[in-house]
């Protein structure tokens, strides 16, 4: 997971926004990913996009993607107390079959 | 549709003995990983199996294998443990097929937590 670099803490007020940074190894055929992780549980799938894209939105999640800087955000809407957990980028190549991740963001959310 | 299952939840072993950890992907996934979560080192790949093959495997040493069943069933093992094996073992299922360009979500178990005294 050295390969694939995160922030290690980040403390955010309960209604405001979260924003989450990662950068990564390849730009030119990689799966990326973002999973979260609560105390005790397993990694839970948040979302993914492909290198060639820019953008993508899924209901409260925004992720960007900068491909000349190799630099991917995940973005919270509306963060709330639920939101405080462990937060995973990970990447996987387009002819490999693991996943590289970082070493994850601790998000606290404070009323 | 069942998530992945992973049993057991927890176990305590003694330096020197060796474990087997197992690992029920989602119905119809065929492909299974596993990683080793540790506060030191992350998230680390152990290895992939996809029809009963192996297809990629991590920098871990030898005493670290696996294997899978035709019906996708996987177990790890650990032999001669060692203290700096503690740590949460998660295995991870897809519906990946043979051609890895093609994306394919990995959805994660609850995890087997070793404690190895």
């Known amino acids: 997971g050295e390969d694939v670099e995160q922030s290690l803490f980040l403390s955010v007020r309960e209604g405001d926004s979260s924003v989450i940074n990662c950068t990564y190894t390849?730009?030119?055929?990689?799966?990326l990913y973002w999973y979260k992780q609560e105390p005790g549980a397993g990694l839970q799938l948040l979302t993914y996009?492909?290198?060639?894209?820019d953008m993508k939105q899924d209901q409260r999640l925004t992720v960007l993607l900068n491909k000349k800087d190799k630099h991917l955000s995940l973005r919270i809407a509306d963060t709330q107390t639920g939101d405080s957990a462990i937060y995973f980028c990970?990447?996987?190549?387009?002819?490999?079959?693991?996943?590289?991740f970082g070493a994850g963001t601790t998000v606290t959310v404070r009323a | 549709k069942a998530g992945v299952t992973q049993t057991p939840r927890y176990l305590i072993k003694t330096r020197g003995q060796q474990v087997t950890l197992s690992c029920s992907p989602i119905?119809?996934?065929?492909?299974v990983s596993w990683y080793q979560q540790t506060p030191g080192q992350g998230l680390q790949f152990l290895f992939e199996?996809?029809?009963?093959?192996?297809?990629n495997k991590g920098n871990f040493p030898g005493r670290f294998s696996g294997r899978q069943f035709s019906n996708s069933r996987s177990e790890m093992n650990v032999s001669t443990l060692e203290l700096g094996d503690s740590a949460l073992y998660l295995c991870?299922?897809?519906?990946?097929?043979?051609?890895?360009?093609?994306?394919?979500?990995?959805?994660f178990g609850q995890g087997t937590r070793l404690t190895v005294v």
């Open positions: 119905s119809g996934h065929r492909s």
């Open positions: 390849d730009s030119s055929s990689t799966y």
């Open positions: 996009i492909f290198s060639n894209m």
């Open positions: 199996y996809f029809s009963e093959t192996q297809r």
């Open positions: 990970a990447e996987r190549f387009s002819n490999d079959y693991k996943l590289s």
């Open positions: 991870a299922s897809s519906s990946q097929s043979d051609r890895a360009w093609q994306n394919t979500e990995a959805f």
